[in-house]
């Protein structure tokens, strides 16, 4: 009786164990990566100047993403989506990320690149446009931080 007993009582320590609370355990999606982060992101813009932003990722759901000197409004972001056509996992990448909006002047604004497990970024690269605009402004980043 008293070794069953003890089976229950492991039994009852691994399951609790297992139901972990999200953020004792590992990042689940990019956003758990990006979330309350900030990078010094110096920049390359087609036909335009060099300069360095500063990306800075909310902490709190939903995750949006403010860029000192690029953006005066906060983009909305999404993780990609892992799978495929016939079985998409909608928002479940860990590593690509997305985030797009409209600036206060009329632009739309899209960013979007790779984190890693140790939320360093990595093929961070943005385009704009206007409607009736002259084009397309692209650019690329090479971020440091966090």
Known sequence: MAKSAASVA???LLSLSMMASPSQAGPTTCLDRLAGNAYTCPF???GGPVGTAVLVFSSAPPVTLTASTLLSVPLDCAC???GNF???QFGHSKIHWVCIGNDHTGFAVSLKGDVAGNAKLSKVSAISAT???PGAATYIFNCTGP
């Open 10 to 12: 492991g039994l009852v």
């Open 44 to 46: 390359k813009v087609t």
């Open 80 to 82: 990609e989506t892992d």
């Open 86 to 88: 016939l079985n998409p």
């Open 131 to 133: 409607e009736g605009g």
